[in-house]
């Protein structure tokens, strides 16, 4: 159990519909990294996130977006969801500075 | 941004043998390059890391090295055993404060054969 934790695990969900995934990062960690991964591909970065501020910004598409709140846990929201959209979704946290990063379990996201 | 080029894509070994996967990356101010082993259908884990100011690393079976003036780094893996078949990601990651763009390469999927 790497301390990270997101809801749900699995997602399904029809094209055109929005989606919320949870992310609960690591006691005391303030950033927040999220990921997609198609089938079989890498890991694609989307966004950071540090102590509620936006921090670094990948090939993050317009239709989706994230926060993170006061409380640390982070949210990312998909959009107008088109079948390519289904992926596995991770997010990770991290202290500050040169440390690992953690990842979650991951949601199965599912679009129909 | 930062770049990284992991090489190979795939890479099939036997049991016993050794296996190595190399990454590049684009970025001087890279200081920090960690490897991540993911077994299907589970969360990326890390496996072992080097700081700039470190040339080599090891761990066991595992061992990293880091060239910065090529700007290149190497995953070594002697005497596999299949439970080493995973996908590995490296990644070079300039960390500056608050803000550290973690981007993985494209991943090498070893398998390991009996």
């Known amino acids: 159990d790497s301390g990270v934790t997101q809801t749900p695990k699995h997602l399904i969900t029809a094209t055109g519909q929005r989606v919320t995934l949870r992310c609960s990062p690591r006691?005391?960690?303030?950033?927040v990294y999220w990921y997609q991964q198609s089938l079989d591909q890498g890991l694609q970065f989307l966004i950071q996130y540090y102590n509620g501020e936006e921090r670094a910004k990948g090939n993050i598409l317009e239709r989706f977006s994230a926060q993170q709140f006061p409380d640390l846990h982070s949210e990312l929201n998909l959009s107008s969801l088109e079948l390519g959209d289904s992926a596995l979704y991770f997010c990770a946290s991290k202290e500050r500075g040169v440390t690992e990063a953690f990842f979650g379990q991951g949601t199965r996201l599912t679009v129909v | 941004g930062e770049n990284v080029e992991q090489h190979p894509s795939t890479l099939s070994v036997q049991e016993g043998d050794s296996a190595v996967i190399k990454c590049t990356y684009s970025?001087?101010?890279?200081?920090?390059f960690p490897w991540y082993k993911q077994e299907l259908g589970k969360r990326p884990q890390l496996i072992i890391d080097i700081r700039s100011n470190v040339g080599e690393k090891k761990d066991q079976r595992i061992a990293v090295t880091l060239n910065k003036t090529a700007k290149h780094f190497s995953l070594h893996i002697t005497e596999t055993q299949p439970e080493d078949s995973a996908v590995y990601f490296c990644a070079a990651i300039p960390i500056t404060g608050t803000a550290s763009k973690l981007t993985f390469g494209t991943g090498t999927r070893l398998q390991v054969t009996l």
């Open positions: 006691s005391g960690d303030l950033s």
């Open positions: 970025d001087s101010a890279s200081n920090y």
